[in-house]
Structures are given as structure tokens and as C-alpha cells.
């Protein structure tokens, strides 16, 4: 088996703890607080595993969403790129042509002065041509970028002193010294050329900044001092493209998201329509109603498995009426042949029970012909009334008169019964639990025939041993257990000794005339108070079958009184001895099984019954080990009743 993952085991009920695990008071609240987170997501769990169309949808509609999310992550990217290096291009030809012309502007202004060095005393015109160059470069780009001028001396503060020729200046209220990088000023001290770098521009205390492109260069003023000219592009226009491409690519998502979804919708309602209703119709056609069909329209996929489908309810409904005509016959003829046979039989009965009579006067072969023929005759009456009964059963005319009765006193009539075939076989019976009065509402005629059966089986197989019949009654259910110590059951024949004329030993001859059919009979009377019939058994350990019946008729059994496996079983005695927990059967009020690791079968032959094998081998080893097998389910098993099934697995 594989290993149950922490979170399954956390909701399939907050079983965190191993059983019997010492968790203290933390186990019931963990317990209660995993209720209490399950309890509205269940519904929505049972809906999306339920609902093919819900699946399929919420599945198009993520993977859609996710696809669309990718698209728009790469055409956004796409187009970030495209306009950050349409951006750059156009800032870099803009920065170099507003160098080229500071460069002049110096070189002609210098020269305008008479072409030589200009004394200290000149620093006043040096200011104001920096002011004026500032101007005249920002002049031809309102709102495109802005001009920005810097000593290029970082180390010294940008103060206007009495030259003022070091002083900051900018154009479009740009705060020079926030807005150019501390990394781009350094740069162009330490390298010539022209440089570049993202900066934000700032415009005011408040302001929280605007991306741009900041292009720097160090150039020489009139005077030949240097200084460091900055363009900053900002990303103004840009943005505002990127977010309108943002808006377009969300919306037309959305749009292609819904619509696929739509689409999804609508396809997939035109294939799980017709597959509801095929299932709809099944389910009306596993209840009996023969005469459903699908309404086929068209010449598609579908309406071929619509055709095909009704072709195959019109086929299933005339093979089960022709099954149904020739199983009533084979009741009609089971029924006529037992009732015609009586009258015969009555004739032979009494012819018989003459030569009987005479046997004395006879020689010895013919004195035990007579007994012979009388023996086989009472065989003959036993098997046209077993023959009778189960006619009854199959044409639903058996009839139950229900009574409330005390188990003990049919069980004590039942062993007086069987005692001189117990001593002929040398067994002894033993009743246990028969302390306290064991009340149950059924019918005490069909309770001593299973009973009867039971008990005649145990000590036919018994092999001379102990034959034990335990009694026990809690909740709501009473039980009647015959445990035997002979050959047993081998692995399988616990779900086929209910079958009609089966024997686990063809060879074996019957010892007390039995006819085949009793333990079917049994099966029947037990289905018919609504109570459980069950088996089990290991190979040279023994048998016990057990008869539990709900305490007042019509009511709904949830467990028995006393366990499938008795205690002195051949696992139970191996985990004895190991020191490990086993199986322990009435407890008081618990009618519910004990937990077992053992494997076992479901309920055989009929619904109501169960059956489970144990192999050789066995003790406290694993059932890999032990060779311990499964039985097998009978042909007339109920699957829909799982609180039967699990109390014939022992759960």
C-alpha cells in the first residue's frame, strides 16, 4: 500500500495522529478545527468534482488567462524596449547636436573678445554666458528636455559666490543637483566623452520625481574653464504610450479570455448534454424502467452514440425479458415439480414405511434396502421442502412474522435437537452469553432453521472438537455466533459456501442427509429480517459464522455485537503474543467492528452476507508474508451498501 500524504489524511478528517497514538487534548481540537475549515469547501469540492462543464471551463479560463498574462508580459516588454531605444537614439543625436553647439558658441564668443585668454577680472561675462547658453538650448525644446549646466569640480559646493561662476543652472525649474546622478557627475570628471544614465528629474521639494535620460558631456566655457553640460530626455510621452499599450493588451485579455471561456461553455454543453442524459437515462434503466431512450437528433458523433445507445437498451431490454420469462418458468417449473412430486412421494412414503415395517421378516440384504429407501425418502421430503422455500424466495411471496422472541430459548432448542448427532460425532456444544436475555423482533420459525443449519454444519465439520454458540446483544443489533474448530475454510470458500449445492469437498459424503440448499435458505431468511449472514474461516483453524439481526424489524444495522474473527484465531493468538493490539469482539454498546489490518472479503452469495479467509500461516506476520488472500466477492453481491461490506471487512 501507498503512504497516505500528510494532506490527504488532513482532509479526509484531520487524522493526523496514528490511532491510538497519545495526542492529548490537541487530537479532538485539530480534529474539530480541520471540520471546520472543510465544511464550506466541501460543497464546492463536490461540485467541481461532479461537474465535467465546470472543469473543462475554470480549465480554458486559466490557461487562457495564463497564455494572455504571457503575451502581454512579452508585447508590453516588446514595446518597452522599442521606445526606450527609440528614446536613446533620439537623445543621444539631441545631446551631441546642443554639444556641438556650446562648442561653437565658446570658440565664437572667444574669439569675439580678441581670439586670447581672458583675466579673472572677466568671470561676470563668464556667468552670464552660461546663463545665456543654458537659454538658448532650452530654448528649442519646451517640454522635450531640459538643460542643466554644473561646475565640473564635485568636490566644491554648487553656491553662487561673489564670481557666481560656479553656481548651478537649469532650465524648466529642474533641481540640478538632485536631478543629475552623483555617479554620471564623477564619471565625466574622470573620463572625456560623452555618457549617459536613468535619472529621475526632479522639479520641486514635494515632487516625487519623473524617469528620464540624463546625457552629459564636459566642455570649456569662454574662458576655457571646464564645465559639464547635461541633457534630460524624460519618459513622459513614453509612459504614456507604454500605459495606453497596457490598457489595450488588458482589455482586449479580458475580452479574449471571457469569450474563449464562452466558447468553452458552449462546447463543451453541446457534448455533456447528451452524456448527462445518457447517464440519466441509465440510471432510470438500472431502476427498472426498460422503456427509456435518448432523443437522437442529427447525423454527428453524438447522434451515433445516441443510436447506439438505444439499440443497446432496446437489446439489454429484450435479453432481461426473455431472462425474466425463462427464470420464471424455471421458478413456475421448480414450483410445479415440487408440488406434483408430493403426491407420488406421499404413495412411495407410505408403501415405504410398510416394507419398513417388515424389514424383520426379510433377509439381510433386503432389511437394509429398506432402510436405505427409507432414509433416502426422508432426503427426498427435505429437499422438496428446501426446493418449496427457495421457489418462495425467488417469486418474493416469502412472508415474515416477526415476533418479539429470546434468542436463548431457540438456541437451547436447537442444540437439544442436533445432540444426538453432536454425541454420534463426538463433539460438544457450548452456549455462551446466554446470561442476560437476548430480545430480538423476527420470526422464530426462519431463526431456528438458520440457526439449525448452522449448528448442523459446525458439527458435521467440527471433526469431533468443541463447537461453541456465543450470543451477545448491544446498540441495536443482536448476534449469534457458531464457532467450530474442524478442517475450516480455505481462501475463497467463504464467499461460495453460500451457493446453491455447493460442497468444499465433493468426496466428502453427507452424514446428515443434508440437501445443498440450507445455508442458501439461511442467506435468504437472514436478508429477509434485513440482518447479516457471514462467514469466516482459515485451514485447519476452524469456522464461524455469524447471524447478527437488527433488534426491531425494519431498522438499519450499522455493526454487530460480536466479531467476525474470533479472538482465538490463529492472527489473534500470533499479535497476542507479539504484544501487539488485536480484534476484541462485544464490547458493550459498541456495535461497530475493530479495526483490522487483516485482508478481508466483502459480503458473499446474497446482500446481507460476508465472508473472509484467512490462510495458513498467519501470527502478527503481514499478509504478504503470510499468504493471506482476499476472498472473492460472490456473484449476488450488493456493492451499495458499504456500511455492510465494511462491517464484513471488520473496519
Given amino acids: 500500500m501507498g503512504k497516505i500524504s500528510l494532506f490527504d489524511r488532513f482532509w479526509q478528517g484531520g487524522h493526523l495522529l496514528q490511532d491510538g497514538a497519545p495526542g492529548g487534548p490537541v487530537h479532538p481540537v485539530l480534529r474539530l478545527l480541520v471540520r471546520w475549515v472543510r465544511r464550506p469547501l466541501l460543497p464546492a469540492v463536490r461540485l467541481w468534482r461532479r461537474n465535467i462543464q465546470l472543469r473543462v471551463v475554470a480549465t480554458t479560463l486559466l490557461m487562457s488567462l495564463g497564455v494572455v498574462l504571457l503575451l502581454g508580459v512579452v508585447v508590453i516588454g516588446q514595446v518597452r524596449n522599442g521606445l526606450q531605444d527609440a528614446k536613446q537614439g533620439a537623445a543621444q543625436s539631441q545631446a551631441a547636436g546642443g554639444f556641438n553647439v556650446a562648442r561653437e558658441k565658446a570658440d565664437t564668443d572667444a574669439r569675439g573678445q580678441g581670439g586670447g585668454p581672458v583675466d579673472s577680472r572677466g568671470s561676470q561675462n563668464s556667468s552670464g554666458w552660461l546663463t545665456d547658453l543654458v537659454q538658448q538650448l532650452a530654448s528649442g525644446g519646451q517640454g522635450v528636455y531640459s538643460v542643466v549646466a554644473l561646475s565640473s569640480d564635485t568636490e566644491q559646493p554648487f553656491v553662487d559666490d561673489s564670481r557666481g561662476s560656479r553656481a548651478p543652472r537649469a532650465s524648466g525649474l529642474v533641481e540640478p543637483e538632485r536631478s543629475v546622478p552623483t555617479e554620471l557627475r ?44 547635461y541633457y534630460l530626455f524624460p519618459f513622459t510621452q513614453e509612459e504614456k504610450s507604454l500605459s495606453l499599450v497596457k490598457g489595450t493588451l488588458a482589455t482586449a485579455g479580458v475580452f479574449v479570455v471571457v469569450l474563449l471561456g464562452a466558447i468553452a461553455w458552449l462546447v463543451v454543453r453541446q457534448v455533456v448534454t447528451p452524456v448527462r442524459m445518457a447517464a440519466g437515462i441509465s440510471e432510470r434503466l438500472a431502476a427498472g424502467l426498460l422503456q427509456e431512450r435518448m432523443k437522437v437528433t442529427g447525423e454527428d458523433d453524438i447522434a451515433r452514440l445516441g443510436e447506439a445507445f438505444n439499440k443497446m437498451a432496446q437489446n439489454l431490454q429484450l435479453k432481461i425479458q426473455q431472462l425474466e420469462d425463462l427464470s420464471r418458468m424455471q421458478r413456475r417449473f421448480v414450483s410445479d415439480v415440487s408440488h406434483e412430486l408430493r403426491t407420488p412421494l406421499t404413495t412411495v412414503r407410505m408403501a415405504a414405511d410398510v416394507i419398513h415395517e417388515g424389514r424383520q421378516d426379510f433377509d439381510p440384504a433386503t432389511a437394509r434396502s429398506a432402510e ?33 422472541i429470546d434468542l436463548r430459548d431457540i438456541v437451547h432448542r436447537v442444540i437439544e435437537g442436533t445432540e444426538p448427532l453432536a454425541e454420534c460425532k463426538g463433539s460438544r456444544v457450548v452456549v455462551r452469553g446466554d446470561a442476560q436475555p437476548v430480545i430480538v423482533e423476527a420470526d422464530a420459525r426462519r431463526v431456528e432453521r438458520v440457526l439449525r443449519n448452522l449448528v448442523v ?35 475463497g470458500e467463504a464467499t461460495r459456501v453460500f451457493n446453491r449445492f455447493w460442497r468444499a469437498d465433493p468426496a466428502r459424503a453427507r452424514t446428515t442427509g443434508g440437501t445443498g440448499l440450507g445455508l442458501s435458505i439461511a442467506v435468504e431468511d437472514a436478508r429477509l429480517h434485513g440482518g447479516w449472514l457471514q462467514a469466516w474461516g482459515e485451514p485447519g483453524g476452524g469456522s464461524q459464522f455469524r447471524l447478527t439481526l437488527p433488534r426491531t424489524t425494519g431498522d ?33 454498546g459498541v456495535p461497530a467492528q475493530p479495526r ?21 500461516g498467519g501470527g502478527a506476520r503481514d499478509s504478504r508474508d503470510s499468504g493471506i488472500r482476499p476472498a472473492r466477492r460472490g456473484p449476488q453481491q450488493d456493492d451499495r451498501e458499504p456500511e455492510r461490506e465494511g462491517e464484513a471487512r471488520g473496519l
Avoid: C, W
Wanted: proline share 7%; net charge negative.
Fill in 556 to 588: 438499519a444495522l450499522r455493526g454487530s455485537p460480536i466479531p467476525l474473527e474470533p479472538e482465538d484465531s490463529r492472527r489473534n493468538r500470533g499479535l497476542i503474543d507479539a504484544g501487539l493490539p488485536h480484534g476484541r469482539g462485544g464490547a458493550a
Fill in 596 to 616: 483490522t489490518t487483516q485482508p478481508t472479503a466483502g459480503p458473499a452469495a446474497m446482500p446481507g452476507n460476508g465472508a473472509r479467509v484467512v490462510a495458513r
Fill in 457 to 491: 454444519n459446525a458439527v458435521e465439520h467440527g471433526e469431533g472438537r468443541e463447537i461453541v454458540v456465543r450470543l451477545a446483544a448491544a446498540g441495536g443489533a443482536v448476534a449469534v455466533a457458531v464457532r467450530d474448530y474442524g478442517v475450516g475454510l480455505k481462501p
Fill in 372 to 404: 436405505l429407501l427409507r432414509g433416502q425418502l426422508d432426503r427426498f421430503e427435505s429437499l422438496l421442502a428446501d426446493l418449496l422455500e427457495i421457489s418462495r424466495f425467488d417469486a418474493g411471496a416469502a412472508a415474515l412474522e416477526a415476533a418479539p
Fill in 186 to 229: 564623477q564619471a565625466l570628471d574622470a573620463e572625456p566623452g560623452t555618457h549617459e544614465q536613468h535619472t529621475r528629474i526632479f522639479r520641486g521639494a514635494g515632487d516625487g520625481g519623473e524617469p528620464a535620460l540624463a546625457v552629459g558631456k564636459q566642455l570649456n566655457d569662454v574662458n576655457g574653464h571646464p564645465y559639464q553640460l
